[in-house]
């Protein structure tokens, strides 16, 4: 099972990626499948991109690492409306579609033989997640709690 139902978010089990994050840093991104749905004119709801299992958390000083990728693929199409969004937003949603993430998955493999082992740890364990994740979706939102 790797979703629950909708009036369950509470039992998400958050998976956390940590390299150089103090265990204190309250500033964070989530990364949230949507839980897809085949219904015409659907418009999801809060709770249906909070209800995957095992949602993926990143502290600042980690996901900081990450955004060089994320911004190399920019700018990008909304995967829900189509909005062209300019730039990554860590203050805000981010609706990113399965074409998108395999094109950051691209650019941090390229990278990985040229990064210390303690990054390439974290960063083969964020694409293992988000292909993980793809398995049961077609867009990760990311938000974050800025």
């Known amino acids: 099972m790797v979703w629950l139902n909708t009036d369950d978010y509470k039992n998400q089990e958050y998976v956390e990626l940590r390299l150089n994050a103090p ?9 949230h499948p949507l839980k897809m ?6 418009n999801p709801m809060w709770e ?7 949602p993926l958390r ?29 730039v990554f937003d860590v203050c805000f949603c981010n609706w990113i579609g ?11 493999e390229r990278d990985l033989n040229c990064v210390s082992n303690d990054k390439k740890g974290l960063l083969t364990d964020f694409i293992a997640w ?3 994740a793809l398995k049961h979706t077609s867009i990760i939102i990311v938000e974050s709690n800025l």
């Open 23 to 31: 265990k204190s840093e309250k500033i964070c991104l989530e990364f």
């Open 37 to 42: 749905s085949c219904e015409p004119d659907w």
């Open 98 to 108: 399965k074409s998108d993430w395999h094109s950051i998955i691209d650019e941090i």
């Open 130 to 132: 988000i292909k993980k």
């Open 48 to 54: 249906e991109w909070h209800c995957y299992i095992s």
């Open 58 to 86: 990143i502290y600042k000083q980690d996901y900081e690492l990450l955004l060089n990728y994320f911004n190399k693929i920019y700018p990008i199409k909304d995967a829900f409306d189509g909005t062209l969004e300019a």
